[in-house]
């Protein structure tokens, strides 16, 4: 199957600082690329798409300047959480699809952000 | 109405049942569905996609029913290790891509 990895696997931060996530596809071309946030007992929340070399579509409500996304090559995308607050604080997924795996989103293992 | 619905359960059934979700979505322009399954604290990871035709995959079957726009999921002979959120992830339209909107999910817990 298709393998997409996620780092770090966990964070805990202070209040103020920026967080780096990074999302790679290990076996496939990633051509899209999601960013999704979950809080305990609630669903997948989608917060933006991204495409190779182009800028992230983000959903309404996300703040772009907030939550950076670089997808710099087809098989990497990071998730910066800019001046992190508590209310941040939450299950990051991304996900990969691509030529190989068409419609197919494939979801990396997660990364829990706790920000004190 | 929301995009995607399910029922959040959960669903207590004993060791061999059969349980059966179903998923509404409103789009009817849909395109492509899904399930996922989650478990707690995990990522979601692909249980199978849903095939107009209907699917199956061992103890597990997926249908589509584009009348009446919902998609179900039946697991046969229930096993303790079935325990687990079900996400139904509904393609809502042919312009998105490969953009999904996932339902809350529906809980099963199988009881010894």
């Given at each position: 199957g298709a393998v997409v990895?996620?780092?770090?696997?966990r964070v805990i931060c202070k209040s103020g600082t920026s967080v780096k996530i990074e999302c790679r596809s290990l076996d496939f071309q990633a051509t899209t690329m999601f960013w999704y946030r979950q809080?305990?007992?609630?669903?997948?929340?989608?917060?933006?798409?991204?495409?190779?070399?182009?800028?992230?579509t983000y959903e309404q409500g996300v703040e772009k300047d907030k939550f950076l996304i670089n997808h710099a090559s087809l098989t990497l995308s990071t998730l910066t959480v800019t001046s992190a607050h508590p209310e941040d604080s939450s299950f990051y997924i991304c996900s990969a699809s691509g030529e190989r795996v068409q419609e197919t989103q494939y979801f990396g293992?997660?990364?829990r952000l706790l920000v004190l | 109405r929301k995009e995607v619905e399910q029922?959040?359960?959960?669903?207590?059934?004993?060791?061999?049942?059969?349980?059966?979700?179903?998923?509404?979505?409103?789009?009817?322009?849909?395109?492509?569905?899904?399930?996922?399954?989650?478990?707690?604290r995990k990522e979601p990871k692909l249980l199978m996609s849903v095939y107009s035709s209907g699917n199956e995959d061992g103890r597990f079957t997926a249908q589509l029913n584009r009348a009446s726009q919902y998609i179900s999921l039946l697991i046969r002979d229930s096993k303790l290790s079935d325990s687990a959120t079900y996400l139904c992830?509904?393609?809502?339209r042919e312009?998105?891509?490969?953009k999904l909107t996932f339902g809350t999910g529906t809980r099963l817990a199988v009881r010894p």
């Open positions: 990895s996620q780092h770090p696997s809080f305990p007992k609630k669903s997948l929340m989608l917060m933006a798409t991204s495409n190779e070399g182009s800028k992230a293992p997660g990364t | 029922d959040p359960g959960p669903f207590n059934v004993p060791e061999g049942a059969t349980v059966a979700f179903n998923c509404t979505y409103s789009n009817s322009a849909s395109q492509s569905f899904f399930w996922y399954r989650q478990d707690c992830a509904v393609n809502p312009s998105s891509g490969d």
